[in-house]
C-alpha cells in the first residue's frame, strides 16, 4: 500500500511539473515586425504596448517595459494576456499614428505576429 501511495504521488509530482514547463515554454507571445512606409524594416524603434485605450492615449502603465526593434526591425514581448493591446512605436520622427495602433486578441500560447508601419506623417 504504501508503494503505491509513493508511486501515486511521484506520478502527480511529474504529471504537475510537466504542466509548469508547459505553461513556461507555451506562455502567449506578441511579435512585432516594424516597417517604414516603404516596407524596410526599423533598427531601434522603440516599441510600447498598453492594455487599454486610455492608458494608450496618456502613455501611462505601460504592459511591459519598451523594447527596441532588433537589426530585422522586431520586438517579442511575452507572457502576455488573452487579450487585444494597444501600441506605440517610435524613432526620431517617425511614429505609428497614422494607423495600426491597436493589436487585435491574441491567441493564448501561441506566437501571434503583427506588422506595425511607421511614416513621419508627411
Known amino acids: 500500500m504504501k508503494r503505491l501511495m509513493l508511486i501515486s504521488l511521484v506520478s502527480f509530482l511529474a504529471f504537475a511539473q510537466t504542466q509548469e514547463a508547459s ?34 492615449i496618456k502613455e501611462t502603465n505601460a504592459v511591459q517595459r519598451y523594447q527596441l526593434t532588433d537589426r ?27 494607423g495600426g495602433e491597436i493589436i487585435s ?3 493564448k500560447g501561441k506566437v501571434n505576429k503583427a506588422n506595425v508601419v511607421i511614416s513621419d506623417g508627411v
Not at 513556461?24 to 516594424?34: A, D, P, R, Y
Not at 516603404?38 to 492594455?51: F, H, K, Q, S, W
Not at 520586438?75 to 497614422?98: A, C, H, P, Q, W
Open 23 to 56: 505553461a513556461q515554454i507555451f506562455s502567449t507571445k506578441l511579435k512585432i515586425t516594424v516597417l517604414n512606409d516603404l516596407g524596410n524594416v526599423v533598427e531601434d524603434a522603440r516599441v510600447t504596448i498598453y492594455r487599454n485605450e486610455a492608458d494608450y
Open 105 to 107: 486578441e491574441l491567441s
Open 72 to 98: 530585422k526591425g522586431r520586438v517579442t514581448f511575452k507572457n502576455l494576456e488573452t487579450r487585444s493591446y494597444y501600441v506605440i512605436v517610435r524613432k526620431g520622427d517617425m511614429d505609428n499614428s497614422d
